[in-house]
């Protein structure tokens, strides 16, 4: 019986080192070549846009047009710009940043280690589930509804309510999906070395997920910064500097919208443009966000 075993194994191994035949390798380039075709089949819509944006937009992109206010259609002895809407574009989206993520994390680090298989947990993933799923002019319904009707205004606080409410799902379900993914022997580990729930959760799980999560947030700022209806119903837009917090404040997305559907070829050519400087500005953190992180992972 062993000599028997023996010689099948050894049956075994030899057609492991055998080269494939000339039908699998063909199969095998086939469907490689098919792979790749589709993949840049894929990715095809969205070089041709980003490349439209940059040809229609880096040409009319000059510093004036960084740091000055738009300027009246018709006028041309004053430089045009939308300094404004950059300005009022970082601070609706750090507001919005600054409560959803925090409080995203935390919904996902809850789900992910101190709340699974039970049903509230089902629940609250489900509540979340369909939160990222909402329509984003529905939200800017519900935040019109509740920030915009009780301060009587339009306001950066109600646009930052309103793409808070947008992150905030995003967050969570990421982050709890990257929480999951770092493998259990890191907690039987630190668990034997010691550590408490607490310890393995924020010293070890949460530094290994950090990427991963980083990824999350970048995904919901992108989509927050680019966001158009939520803030035509609570932040409204205007031409000039910001007075506050509680006052109408413009973004880069409704400026865009607003422009891209001007008669006046002047305010198409800026719309271009702030597409380009929005899509930089979205590349930028994602690309700082990174650097930071794999800084800190390296150490």
């Not at 800017?140 to 799902?169: E, N, R």
């Not at 158009?228 to 919208?257: H, K, N």
């Amino acid at each position: 019986m062993t000599a028997q075993t023996s010689l099948s194994n050894l049956q075994v191994g030899d057609e492991l080192h055998q080269p494939l035949t000339v039908g699998r390798n063909l199969f095998s380039q086939v469907m490689t070549v098919l792979a790749f075709a589709l993949t840049a089949l894929a990715l095809l819509p969205l070089f041709s846009v980003l490349l439209e944006i940059l040809n229609q937009g880096i040409g009319q992109l000059s510093w004036d047009v960084l740091v000055n206010l738009p300027a009246p259609v018709g006028v041309t002895d004053r430089p045009d710009g939308f300094a404004n809407a950059i300005i009022g574009t970082l601070i609706m989206v750090g507001l919005a940043s600054a409560v959803s993520i925090p409080f995203g994390i935390l919904t996902g680090i809850f789900l992910s280690e101190f709340a699974t298989s039970t049903k509230f947990t089902r629940v609250v993933h489900f509540m979340l589930v369909i939160l990222s799923s909402v329509p984003s002019i529905i939200v800017g319904i519900f935040a019109y509804g509740v920030v915009v009707l009780a301060t009587k205004g339009a306001s950066a606080f109600a646009g930052g309510f309103a793409l808070a409410v947008i992150m905030l799902p995003t967050v969570a379900l990421t982050t709890e999906e990257a929480l999951k993914l770092v493998p259990n022997s890191y907690r039987l580990a630190s668990a034997s070395l010691g550590g408490g729930r607490f310890q393995t959760t924020f010293r070890v799980i949460l530094t290994s997920a950090v990427p991963a999560i980083t990824t999350g947030v970048l995904l919901a700022v992108a989509r927050a910064a680019g966001e158009t209806a939520p803030l035509i119903f609570t932040a409204r837009s205007s031409q000039f500097w910001i007075q506050g917090l509680f006052e109408p404040t413009p973004s880069m997305s409704v400026l865009i919208y607003n422009y891209a559907g001007s008669p006046f070829s002047e305010q198409n050519k800026l719309a271009w443009t702030a597409a380009a400087v929005l899509l930089g500005i979205v590349l930028f953190s994602s690309i700082l966000s990174r650097l930071i992180t794999r800084k800190r992972s390296t150490r």
